[in-house]
């Protein structure tokens, strides 16, 4: 017996999607902790930062953790020297991220593949160099620093449901975005680069201009789940730029799905269940991630969220 | 005259593909371009839209010089390529694929659907199916809907008719011949009976030159005169 959902039932359903999302972190708040419940709704919005450049646009980038930290630091160095204000000390993160992005574009968006991955990389362990030893002074090299965050009326991040409510609306403000974004004529320009490049060019579009784009909104969103971290951690370390912690971004990616803000999600949780539970049961957890993951590439190539959609998902006519 | 490239010169590395070829187009005007395998003629193409740089050489379009331009300023100048390998973007819907377009082209996506559904009526049937679901013949008329959106002045075509069976070819065929007068075309073609009834000029390419050119619509329609020349 087959199930599938018919086009309009799909529609329906998207059309409320975000309090879907909503209740499901809740109860999953409900049934793991408000502290890790809120680890995973950060982490997902980093997934789908990192998802808009390698899912959408074609681009594994193996140094995102680059502008994770960037925003890390930027949140905690704001809060320390200029305002102790949190939604201050994020917008900062977020506009770091967004400066270091468009900055480093230059190096990074004219190539692609091999090179686009290893640049990124190469810059990153720069990244690292500069915050564990070269700004030493004001980053605590090794040791990171604390952070004390203000608070705002009666919101207080220190306190769990409210750095859960917080990171909650900023993961559906951010799925609201990139599903607004992905669905425009610029989302499609980017599955189109994604797929050939320079016939997207003949189409009479400057592909430069739109990969710059798209570079520094994923830079930018990941320094904002950088910032975030530091507003539920309260301390920063260099552990939030280490270029060894990639992979993280990379299998929850490829778990999921790449190019589906949903895929990014469920790609999300999957790994943060999977690191988070499974070392209690399994001493070498790493090497489970790896079989997860050689799974998934010979058996389920979509990741879990394109396996479900090619399952139960609207069906579609073919060419003749 | 629309287009008039003088005296190009086009090199791959030390190899030279183009020597100092010289054609022009009038404005409505559907030139064709017949020769051998290796003749020049794609390299023309490339090089009139951006792709390839001229080693010596000038294009004019439309009174201004664009020979060296990027591909994307020659294709927002109005120049449109369509590709010889028929390669639409397969991962997007066939929607997608025209929505691409007429963003670029600056118009609204139901009218630039009206106007591919025009050309290709059973088109309605896969606008939301993946295009690489599409036949041969599918694609092309796809991406000759798409090159004709948003009204430019010349379509660059290679080799349209390549690889389709006998119906996909008529209906291609009669594509080109309704947007008679209405753009300009430069149109690489083997298939010489499709030459015969469509040009209205033709050049004859051999060896990155042009050896003969046909005006007059009799020698064109005569069949040893073309075939005699390749």
Redesign the interface.
């Known amino acids: 017996m087959t199930f599938a959902l018919g086009a309009a039932a799909a529609a329906r359903l998207r059309r409320f999607d975000l309090p879907i999302l909503a209740a499901l972190f809740m109860g999953l708040a409900w049934a793991i902790s408000l502290q890790r419940a809120t680890d995973f709704i950060i982490f997902c919005i980093f997934v789908l930062a990192y998802d808009l450049l390698y899912g959408h646009m074609g681009r594994l980038s193996f140094g995102h953790m680059l502008y994770l930290g960037t925003g890390a630091y930027a949140t905690a160095l704001t809060a320390e020297h200029l305002s102790a204000n949190p939604l201050a000390a994020l917008l900062a993160a977020l506009l770091a991220g967004g400066a270091v992005g468009w900055v480093l574009s230059f190096i990074t968006v004219r190539t692609t593949g091999a090179c686009f991955a290893l640049i990124n990389l190469a810059l990153n362990q720069v990244g690292h160099f500069l915050v564990l030893v070269a700004f030493a002074r004001w980053t605590g090299g090794e040791d990171g620093m604390s952070v004390t965050f203000s608070k705002i009326g009666p919101f207080d991040v220190g306190h769990k449901a409210t750095m859960f409510g917080l990171a909650l609306a900023c993961l559906v403000a951010v799925v609201w975005l990139l599903r607004r974004l992905t669905g425009s004529p610029f989302g499609i320009l980017l599955r189109s680069i994604k797929q050939n490049e320079s016939r997207v060019r003949f189409l009479g579009y400057d592909v430069v201009r739109a990969k710059t784009l798209a570079f520094v909104l994923s830079t930018a969103l990941s320094a904002f789940a950088g910032g975030l971290a530091i507003l539920n951690y309260a301390y920063v370390t260099p552990s939030f730029i280490d270029t060894g912690r990639n992979v993280e971004v990379i299998f929850a990616a490829l778990i999921g799905g790449a190019g589906s803000v949903y895929g990014a999600i469920a790609g999300g949780v999957a790994y943060m269940l999977i690191s988070n539970f499974l070392p209690n049961y399994v001493q070498r957890w790493e090497m489970f991630l790896g079989f997860a993951l050689l799974v998934m590439i010979f058996r389920f190539r979509a990741g879990v969220w394109g396996s479900l959609v090619a399952r139960f998902g609207p069906r579609r006519a073919e060419g003749a | 005259m629309l287009l008039q490239v003088n005296d190009l010169e086009v090199a791959y590395g030390r190899a030279r593909a183009l020597h100092g070829i010289s054609i022009d187009v009038a404005e409505g005007e559907r030139v064709f371009m017949v020769g051998r395998n290796g003749a020049g003629k794609t390299t023309l193409l490339k090089t009139v ?1 951006g ?1 390839l740089a001229p080693t010596a050489g000038t294009i004019r379009f439309a009174g201004r010089e664009i020979a060296g331009q ?3 300023e020659v ?2 100048g109005g120049i ?2 369509v ?1 010889q390998d028929k ?1 639409v ?6 929607r ?1 694929n025209i ?3 007429a ?3 600056r118009i609204k996506l139901a009218e630039a659907i009206e106007r591919v559904v025009e050309i290709y009526p ?1 088109m309605t ?2 606008l ?4 690489g ?3 041969g013949g ?1 694609r092309q008329l796809l991406l000759l809907g ?1 090159a004709l959106l948003g009204q430019p002045r010349l379509l660059l075509i290679d080799e349209p008719t390549e690889g389709l069976a006998g119906g996909a070819i008529d209906e291609v065929f009669q594509v080109l011949e309704k947007s008679k007068g209405k753009v300009a075309m430069v149109i690489v073609e083997q298939n010489l009976s499709v030459v015969r009834q469509l040009a209205d000029r033709v050049y004859a390419i051999k060896e990155g030159r042009v050896c003969s050119e046909f005006r007059d619509a009799a020698a064109i329609a005569d069949p040893a005169v073309l075939e005699g020349v390749l």
């Open positions: 839209a792709f990027p591909a994307e294709a927002r449109r390529y590709f390669r973007f397969t991962k997007l819907t066939v997608e929505e691409i377009a963003h670029a082209a059973k049937r896969f939301d199916s993946p295009a679901g599409l036949s599918q798409r």
